[in-house]
């Protein structure tokens, strides 16, 4: 088991998800590396919704996550489509990384 980002505390796969950061967009910085598991399985419900339930939400995370603004678009009831990742701007990251934050973490699950 690997440490966060922070490299205080361990990654439980069943408490944190992870989250890719785009090179190309300077407001996905700032957003974490790790997100809370229950609220990535949120953000996969919406993905699988859209038709991409055929990769578990598991597979999703053991091959890095989803994208900022993928899960920014999921959480944000846009659906996983080009037009609702592509409408993701700045605002919106920082409001989802803010409810990143106050997201409730159950150690172990």
Known sequence: MGKDQYGDRPMDKQTWAP??????????FNFPTRVPWAMSAKAWEAYAAEGHGDQSHERLCERGGFGVEEFCACILGRGYTMQGIASIVPEDIERVRAMVESWPVVEGG
Do not use: E, G, I
């Not at 989250?19 to 996905?28: H, I, M």
């Open 19 to 28: 989250v890719q950061r785009a090179r190309w967009t300077p407001a996905a």
